[in-house]
C-alpha cells in the first residue's frame, strides 16, 4: 500500500525539516506545521521553492520545512532585499519568506515596505509575538500601548501594525491570522503563495516563554478571548474544481492569477476584501475596540508584480549565457568606435 | 616672441558650475583629441547643482601624459567670483582669457591678457534666451581655438561627436564658437608662445572613456544580469551607463530585457539584492562609494562566510558627504579589504587605467564565481569620472567562468552524494548548487557562520575552526588567480610600488626620476611584491591617502628583515596626484638625477 501523495506525487514528509530548536510549545512552531501541511496540499515542488529569512526565532523556522528546497538564513531586516535579489535571479521560484516581528517592524521596516513598494512576487510571512525571544524578552516594535512584559515592565509607544502599513502602502495582498487558528493560518499560507505580487500574512504567535502572561495581547489566552475572524477562507487551487455550495449573498470568490480561488464566507458584516480603505477602516475600528481583527483584509489580483515591471524574461536570468548576454563581435567593434 | 610651444600645455577653464561650461570643455577637449593631440582631461567639481565654482584642466602633451598638471598654461577666467585666485594659479608667461569686466587693477603684469567681452557678445549674437547661458560657454571654445589655431574642422568633429544623440544642437553650437573665434581674429594679434599642431604618432587606435563608463562596458561583457545600486557620487555614473547599454545591447523588443538595474532604497538594499541574486545564480554586482561601502559591511560579512559571489565597485572619494564628496581618494582600500565584522578578507581588485576598468569589471564576475565570495573593484572620482585616453578594449575570447556549480545531471552521478562545504579539490573552494536545480539532495540551508560540511547548524568548535582554515585556503588560492602585479624594472636600486589612479603620475614622474616600479592590481598582495622590495635598497609607496594604507598592507607582506626598506609617499588633497607628488620628494630623499 502506497502512502498518501500530494498531486506532485510527493508524501507528506517530503515537506518536513529539521527538528526544531525552539521552545516548546511556541507558536511559532505551529506555523512552521501549518506551512508543512498548506505546501504538501499546493504540491509545491520542492527544488522550486526558496525559503528565505531575517534573523531570530521566526528565521530559523524556515530550516524546519521542506528539508530539501533552498534556504537562505540572512542578516537582520534583510530578508526583503535576498528575496528581491533571488526572484529576479530566477522568477520561476517560489519565494517564500520568513520574519517576526522585531525583524519587520523595528530594523527591516524599511526594507518591509520598499517590498510591498514594488510588489516583489513573494510570500512575506511574520511570525508575530510583540516580543524579542533570542535576545530575552525585550518589547518589539508591534507590542502593544500598555502591554505588559513579563518582569512588570509596561510598553509606552504606539505600536507599529504591520498589515496598516501594508495597506497604506498598497499592498496587494494583506492578511492576519493567529497560529493557533489552523483552519485560517493554511488557507491564507495557500492563498500568499498563489497570489502574484508581494502577499504580507501578519500571524499572531504567543511567545510562550517572555510574552504569554496577564497583560500582554500577544498571549494565546489574550488571542483567543479576542480574535475576530472577518469571514472563513477556504482555498481551492487551480487543479481542483470549485465546489460553491453555500446560500448566494452568503460568499465572495476571488479569482488568482493562476486559476486558484480565495472563497470567503461571511461571518459578521461583510468585508469586501477588494476595498483597501474598507480594510483600514476594519482594522482601525478592531482596535478602537479591542478586538483582533483577523482573515483575508485585502487583495488585487490585477496589480503589476516587480518581474513584470521589470520586464524580466520567464527564462531565468540566471541560466543566460555568452550568447544571451555578450555583444556580439561586431556590435563591439562598432559601439568602441563610438568613443573616438 | 619666445619659441613656440607646440602641443604641451594645460589649459585651465574656470567657470561656474550648471552653466553647461562642461560642454564646452568636451568639445574643446574631442577637437584637439581630433588634431592628433594627446588630451588628459581632469573635471574638478563641486557638491553642488548650480552656481558654485567648478575646473575643467585639460592637460596636452606630445607624450600623453594622463596625469594632473600641477601649472597652468593657459587659464579660461568665466567666474568673477574666482578670479583673483585663478590668476594665482598660472605660470609666468602664461595666457589669461578673461571677461572684459572683470577689474584688472592690480593683476600680474607676467602673463599675456586677452580680455573678451563674452556677457555683451552672448546678448548681441546669441539670439536664443533659453540657450543663451549655456552657450556663452562655446564662445570661449572659439576664443582657445583662435588664439591656439585649433581648425575649423576640428571643432566641428568636437560639436558633432559630443552631440551624437542630439544633431539639431550641431549648428547652434558651432554658431556660438564661430562668434569666439570671429572675435579672436578681428580684435587680438597673437601674443603668446602656445600653439596646437596637428600629429600623429599617438592617439592612434585609442578612444576617449570613463572609467566607469569602462566599468560598464566590461559588466555588460562579464555578463551581468542582476545591478542593485543606491546613487552617490562619484560612482552614479557607472550604473547610468549600465541602464543606457541595457536598453541598447539587452533588450528583446519592447517587452523583455536580459537584465534587472534596480534602484535600491538605500546601500544595503542593493548590496542585499545582489547577494540574493548571487545566491540564486545570476551574476550580480552593485556599485557606491565610501559612505555606501560602509551600509554595505554586514552583509559582505554574511557573504563572505556564506560563500555566494557578488561584485561590489567601490569608486572612491573623499570620506563623509559633508565636505568633498566630489574629489578623489584611494583611501578606502584598508577599509574594503577586511569589510565587516568577523575574520574577514575580501578580494579586491585595483585597476590603474580605464582598460583595465573593462577588463576587470568583466573579469570580476567569474573571480566571484569561481571563488564565491565578494569580490570588490577599487576605482576612484579621477579614474571613473574624467576621460582618459585609452587604445580601444579588446573583445574577450574567454567563455564565462561559472565555476563549481553542481547540475541535475552532476547530483544524479554522484547518487546525490555531496556536501556544499566539504573541499574535495583541495584548494578550499567547494561545489554549490542553484536553488532550482531539480534533484531531491539539490537544496540546502545557507547560513553565515556556524555550520559543517554539509551546511547543517552546529556551533561546534572544531567544525567552525575547519571551515575558516578552508576560507583561509579557498583565499590563498584566489589569491595566485588574480591579476599580478605588472613590473617595469631596469635594475636601478629604488624601486617604487603604487595601485590605481597614482599609475599615471607614477609613468609621469619615471622621465624624471629613474626608478624601477611595481604596481600592485590585486589584494592580498602577490609574493611577487616581497620579491620587488628585496631586489632593491629602498622602495617607496605612492598613493592617495593620508596613512599610507598600501604601505602598511606592503609591510605585512613582507619578512622582518625587508620592512625597514619601505618607505611612504602620500598625497591626499582630494586632487588627483601629479608627478611633482612623487618627483619632490624622491628627489630630496634619494638625489635621484633629475
Redesign the interface.
Known sequence: MSATVNHVGLPRDAYKG?ATTLCAGCGHNSITNHMIKALYELGV??????K?SGIGCSSKT??YF??????????HG?M???????????R??IMLGVSGDGDTASIGL??FM?LIRRNVDCTYIIEDNGTYGLTKGQFSATADLGSVQKKGAVNTFQPIDPCAVALALGCSFVARSFSGDGKQVVPLIKAAIAHRGTAILDIISPCVTFNDHDGSTKSYSWVKDHEESIADVSFIPFFEEVHVDYEPGTVRDVRLHDGSHIVLKKLGEDHDPTDRRAAIRVIEEGRAEGHLVTGLLYVDTEMNDFATT????AR???????E????S?E???Q?????? | MTEPIVNDLTIQAATVNGSGSQTANLVLTRAIFHMGIPVAPKNVFPSNIEGLPTWYQLRITPEGHMARSDKVDILVAFNVATWREDLKTVRPGGVVIHEEAFSTADTRTDVTYYAVPFAKLAKAKIQSDTLRKQLANMIYVGVVAGVLGIPWEALEHGVRRQFLSKPKAVQVNLDAIKVGFDYWQDNFSKQDPYRLEPMTGVVEGKVLVEGNQAAAIGALMGGVTVVAWYPITPSSSLCEYLIAYADRFRANGDSEKRISVVQAEDELAAVGMAIGAGWAGARAMTSTSGPGISLMAEFSGLAYYAEVPVVIFDIQRIGPSTGLPTRTSQADIGFVYTLSHGDTKHLVLLPGTVEECYEFARDAFDHADRFQTPVFVLSDLDLGMNLWMTPEFKYPEKPFDRGKVLSKDDLEKLAGEWARYRDIDGDGVTYRTLPGTDHVAAGYFTRGSGHDENARYTEGADAYARNMDRLARKLETARHALPAPVADESGQKVGLIAFGSTHAAVVEARETVKVDYLRVRALPLSDEVARFVSRHERVYVVEQNRDGQLYDLVRLALPPQLVDRVRSVRHYNGQPIPAAAIIEPLSQQEMVPA
Open positions: 529539521a515542488e520542492p527544488h522550486m521553492l526558496a528565505m524556515p530550516a521542506v528539508e530539501s528546497a533552498h534556504g537562505f538564513n540572512g542578516v534583510r526583503p532585499a535576498l528575496t528581491t535579489g533571488a526572484h529576479l535571479a530566477n520561476q521560484l524599511g526594507q520598499h521589470e520586464q524580466i524574461p531565468p536570468l540566471k541560466d543566460m549565457g555568452e544571451d548576454l555578450r555583444l563581435r556590435d563591439f567593434a559601439f568602441m568606435s563610438e568613443f573616438a
